[in-house]
């Protein structure tokens, strides 16, 4: 029986996608050239698995994961704005003798120039989290990228005297290949993050109990924690949160760590 041209077709198209799916199976997750950072939890306790992994965001000097044979957590917190929550988060690390990473924005550091002092008196490192909060990864030109991240360098300077820095946070997690590659020439490190939950949205704030159910078993090794510190919910649950955290065995460390070359 001879087969039309058509179903001649469709088979070489079904084998060449087959061909593909063999070839691909079992490859670590691969670079892509454009995306949203996305995480899966195989199994609870254990460390999350980013969309790319963490050896290829080391070529472009980025990580989302920190060692995993330590019992060390890294918190950060991003900040679009100001929603009367910081000021009770750093009373709570300072009381746990904890320090974090605040990724700001432009407004914000107009806005609130003595909460912005407060974090770097107390050790908190501040990072780039770009001057307008734009989806980066639509932003291919090299100056308009760079000039993002310098307009938030300057207007830092002028808060706090101090030079920013070099860590970077994409807005939404929206990245590209050149995005990393930009930043990376620039001097800074990309900080992505291992742990994180629906924590933004301020009419629809989780509860304690929905909280606590997604970080508390989800917690690991190396674990970088993205909070953002305008929900009311974690500032309400930190004090719980990093005592629970700490019965457990985990330390906490600064975000410098995770690029110390003799790891």
């Known amino acids: 029986?001879?087969?039309?041209?058509?179903?001649?077709?469709?088979?070489?198209?079904?084998?060449?996608?087959?061909?593909?799916?063999?070839?691909?199976?079992?490859?670590?997750?691969?670079?892509?050239?454009?995306?949203?950072?996305?995480?899966?939890?195989?199994?609870?306790?254990m460390p999350s698995v980013g969309n790319v992994s963490n050896d290829k965001l080391r070529e472009y000097g980025g990580v989302y994961l920190g060692n995993t044979e330590e019992k060390r957590i890294y918190l950060t917190f991003d900040a679009g704005y100001e929603n009367g929550v910081t000021e009770k988060i750093l009373d709570t690390l300072q009381s746990h003798?904890?320090?974090g990473a605040f990724f700001l924005v432009g407004n914000y550091l107009e806005q609130n120039q003595q909460l912005v002092r407060r974090m770097v008196e107390q050790g908190h490192t501040v990072g780039n989290h770009t001057y307008h909060h734009y989806d980066m990864s639509k932003i291919s030109d090299k100056a308009n990228f760079q000039k993002e991240l310098t307009a938030l360098e300057e207007l830092y300077k002028q808060v706090t005297g101090k030079e920013m820095e070099k860590y970077y946070r994409p807005p939404q997690g929206c990245y590209s290949e050149e995005n990393l590659k930009m930043a990376q020439e620039m001097g800074y490190h990309t900080v992505f993050w291992s742990l994180a939950y629906v924590d933004w949205i301020n009419d629809k704030q989780p509860s304690k109990e929905q909280a606590f159910a997604k970080l508390l078993p989800r917690i690991h090794n190396g674990a970088v924690v993205l909070l953002h510190s305008t929900s009311q919910t974690n500032g309400e649950i930190l004090d719980e949160l990093l005592t629970q955290w700490k019965s457990q065995g985990y330390s906490f460390g600064n975000i410098e760590e995770l690029f110390k070359t003799e790891r």
């Open 97 to 99: 003798e904890v320090t």
């Open 1 to 45: 029986m001879k087969l039309g041209w058509k179903p001649l077709v469709l088979l070489l198209i079904l084998g060449v996608l087959a061909a593909c799916v063999l070839r691909h199976r079992g490859r670590e997750p691969e670079l892509l050239e454009t995306a949203s950072w996305g995480l899966s939890f195989p199994k609870e306790g």
